[in-house]
């Protein structure tokens, strides 16, 4: 039987904390250099050719000089869990691939049934690394990349239009006719738009995605970058504040979002179909299976 008395009697704060140091430790661990920070450790790790997007991806000091609001963001409370806990404990050869994914800057596909822990692994990571909220995207069978990209608001901005052109005065201070104040970052468009730190994006449920998108997310990852139809058509070269996810705001020129930092990305899949194989070539593979009466233990005093 469990030992649940033993188990009863830890301090669960002080197990989380433990657990998120060995995640910390080994992932900013790199032979026998252990680095302060991801940023830190991304300087000393060359860009493998597959993401070298352009000069501007490279991590440089003048990353240090960005505030902690600009460095973490802050998501909404409908967007993210607050109860931010590590729940699910990896074992030392899944956290070894972690790292190779982040050395590599190769999306992370993690595969098992339901409630094992797959989503977990992406906030365990995200505390661990000091890389604030992680952001989340949830597939479905009608998602597509744009989804995950960016949203506009042309419904609302045209009401403000017309509020501005026939309403009151009082009503047309209210209102803004600017397309940036319509326009807002999402998950992958906010991860690619991280001028700070490598955020972490977790895309859960792969699996229930059409054909298509997945070689969809193969194609924009491997460009790095992606533009914004709205802002590209606009007659005049123009930088715009555009506010994404986490609550920052970015500059966006001609309507262009290049990768600075390739995010950590975690993709899971409940196996309930298969990937192409040029997919998966691209992918790190973590598969995840029932825990033993060990993992168990650890898991309740986590």
């Given amino acids: 039987m469990i030992p649940i008395p033993t188990i009863i009697q830890t301090n669960p704060l002080k197990e989380n904390n433990k657990m998120s140091e060995i995640i910390r430790d080994t992932l900013l661990t790199n032979g026998n250099r252990k680095y302060q920070d991801i940023n830190e450790l991304l300087r000393e790790i060359p860009t493998p050719p597959w993401r070298a997007y352009d000069s501007s991806c490279e991590t440089t000091t003048e990353d240090k000089e960005c505030t902690k609001e600009e ?50 692994l992406a906030k365990d990571i995200a505390k661990a690394l000091d890389l604030g909220d992680f952001l989340h995207w949830q597939i479905t069978s009608e998602t597509t990349l744009k989804d995950a990209l960016y949203s506009y608001d042309a419904i609302g901005r045209l009401q403000d239009i017309q509020i501005k052109d026939k309403g009151d005065r009082e009503d047309k201070k209210e209102t803004s006719t600017k397309i940036e104040d319509f326009l807002k970052l999402q998950a992958l468009g906010t991860a690619f738009a991280s001028k700070c730190k490598p955020k972490v994006l977790l895309i859960d449920e792969l699996d229930k995605s059409d054909a298509d998108l997945p070689n969809s997310l193969l194609h924009i990852f491997e460009e790095g970058y992606f533009e914004i139809p709205e802002l590209k058509r606009l007659k005049q070269s123009t930088t715009k504040q555009i506010e994404t996810l986490d609550g920052n705001r970015v500059e966006i020129t001609n309507g262009k979002v290049t990768c600075r930092y390739f995010p950590i990305v975690i993709m899971t899949s409940n196996c309930d179909r298969d990937f192409p194989p040029a997919f998966k070539r691209r992918c790190l593979h973590i598969e995840l299976h029932k825990p033993d009466k060990g993992e168990l233990i650890k898991i309740i005093k986590s």
């Fill in 71 to 120: 460095d973490l963001g802050q998501l909404d409370d409908d967007q993210k869990d607050q109860n931010v806990k590590i729940s699910y404990v990896p074992t030392s050869n899944e956290l070894e691939v972690v790292r190779a994914a982040i050395y590599l800057r190769r999306p992370l596909l993690v595969t098992g049934k339901p409630g094992l822990g797959k989503s977990a």
